[in-house]
């Protein structure tokens, strides 16, 4: 990697972890520089704060070995990432270099990072629907073309596996995948998945894995959601960006501010938690005239405490939530604001009937089996609740049942036919004559 001849800037005031603080004027807050440290490889470093001209840069590679001489050329931009459609089907680390082997793509356009957020004039009102065939999201809580949605979940649930189910049986033109803080395992796993799915063509990939700079972490999300909006903007496209998980993002955050000595708020968090992920989630967009930016992002709460800052401060921004525990979606914790404006409209006539029916079927069989625990004695109707419930989390509420929607309406229909006469289920009778299994 050549860099043009720029001006070396010598006067270093502090190495405080991997924070490099020196003077220099006429620079930029999120600007790129290079820091050459004697014989040493020269390492990229960002500009994270400036104070008049002391400028605050954090180094990729670490404070470790930094010399009081060091010297540092700022490059004139901010991150970049490279767009073409020759990067559907690889695979870049957080920096945006391709770390999969393929050839390299230094003649391709190069686009800066980050910027504002999209004009809302140029916002269209959503009226698509993203089908997934999940039955848990498609029949239950819709997710919605331009929809900024996120799955809460703890450690230790299979949210990484609903995440690439998604990416694999998503209804859109482009899935753009960023990774935060990934371990080995979590790595090759998404990787070899969505090979082996043959989804790859149609897949770009950003990986921050754990072993890399934690300033990674932090441009990872701007890489994978610019490559997004140039994909709809420029060719149209309906794009779903996946990410997991931003508690390691905003973790990253939190570390970055305390090298930086910035008074932390709330649970060691910086103060400007809030609009650090609204940035980020607001590119999700149905821009006029041309494609789309779908979010669904994995949020892991520590303890599974959903007042912990980043889900609390992500509830505020988003349109909803998944809410993954015991290896299922649960139908009561998860929500989708936007589903009305695609349920009965763009989806059959029936949708939400069988979506209210059933969910207040399984709220009684959840009652029923309260009563059971409690060795109360059970009734007729408590005892066709419980075989409905066990129906429910057979079909629908397993994350690897793969059904498309209108099968799934069907599929409702049945499993109701099963437990109930069709004057128990209380809907409306039109569409009993027509859904309603006949014997």
Same mark, same amino acid.
């Given at each position: ?40 490889? !020269? ?40 767009? @073409?459609?020759?990067?559907?089907? /690889? ?6 270099? !391709?770390?999969?082997?393929?050839? %390299? ?6 686009? %800066? ?5 999209? %004009?809302?004039? &140029? #916002? ?8 997934? =065939? ?30 690439? #189910? ?21 790595? +090759? ?11 790859? !063509? ?14 990674? /972490? ?35 955050? =939190? ?6 000595? /910035?008074?932390? @708020? ?7 938690? +809030? @609009?650090?992920?609204?940035? /980020? ?34 509830? +505020? ?17 998860? *929500? ?21 029916? &059933?969910?207040? *079927? +399984? ?23 419980? =075989? ?45 004559? #027509?859904?309603? !299994? =006949?014997?």
């Amino acid at each position: 990697m050549t860099f043009p001849e720029l001006l070396s800037h010598t006067q270093v005031v502090s190495i405080v972890g991997d924070i490099l603080k020196i003077k220099a004027d006429a620079v930029g807050l999120g600007e790129l520089a290079m820091v050459e440290n004697g014989d040493s490889i !020269p390492s990229l470093a960002q500009v994270t704060e400036i104070d008049r001209d002391d400028v605050s840069l954090q180094v990729f590679a670490g404070g470790k070995g930094l010399r009081s001489d060091a010297r540092v050329r700022f490059l004139g931009h901010s991150a970049q990432v490279t767009f @073409s459609d020759e990067i559907l089907g /690889r695979v870049f680390n957080g920096v945006g270099e !391709p770390v999969d082997g393929g050839p %390299n793509l230094n003649g391709h356009r190069k686009i %800066n990072i980050g910027g504002p957020s999209v %004009n809302p004039v &140029m #916002r269209v009102v959503p009226t698509k629907m993203i089908e997934t =065939k999940v039955p848990m999201i498609d029949v239950f809580n819709c997710l919605v073309e331009s929809q900024k949605i996120p799955i809460f979940s703890i450690a230790g649930e299979p949210y990484n596996e609903l995440l690439a #189910r998604i990416a694999i049986q998503a209804d859109a033109d482009v899935v753009v995948f960023c990774g935060l803080g990934l371990i080995f395992d979590e790595f +090759y796993f998404f990787r070899d998945t969505f090979e082996n799915e043959g989804v790859f !063509p149609r897949t770009v990939m950003f990986a921050n894995r754990a072993s890399d700079p934690i300033v990674e /972490r932090l441009l990872a999300p701007d890489m994978a959601l610019k490559t997004a909006e140039r994909f709809a903007v420029e060719q149209n496209k309906r794009v779903l960006v996946l990410m997991t998980d931003m508690t390691a993002y905003a973790d990253a955050l =939190k570390e970055i501010g305390v090298a930086m000595e /910035r008074i932390p @708020s709330n649970r060691g968090y910086m103060g400007d938690l +809030y @609009s650090q992920l609204a940035s /980020r989630y607001e590119r999700a967009c149905d821009y006029k005239g041309a494609g789309s930016v779908t979010l669904l992002a994995v949020t892991t709460m520590p303890g599974n405490d959903v007042t912990h800052p980043v889900p609390d401060n992500t509830g +505020y921004i988003t349109e909803g939530q998944f809410y993954l525990h015991d290896g299922m979606i649960d139908p009561f914790g998860s *929500l989708s604001r936007l589903k009305q404006q695609v349920i009965g409209k763009v989806t059959r006539e029936d949708h939400s009937t069988v979506m209210n029916t &059933m969910i207040r *079927l +399984y709220s009684g069989a959840r009652q029923a089996e309260q009563k059971q625990q409690m060795a109360f004695e059970l009734s007729a109707m408590d005892e066709k609740l419980l =075989k409905f419930g066990d129906l429910f989390k057979e079909r629908f509420m397993r994350i690897d049942v793969a059904v498309a929607l209108n099968d799934a309406l069907d599929l409702g229909w049945q499993t109701m036919a099963e437990c109930f006469e069709p004057e128990e289920l209380l809907v409306r009778e039109n569409l009993l004559k #027509r859904y309603f !299994p =006949k014997q």
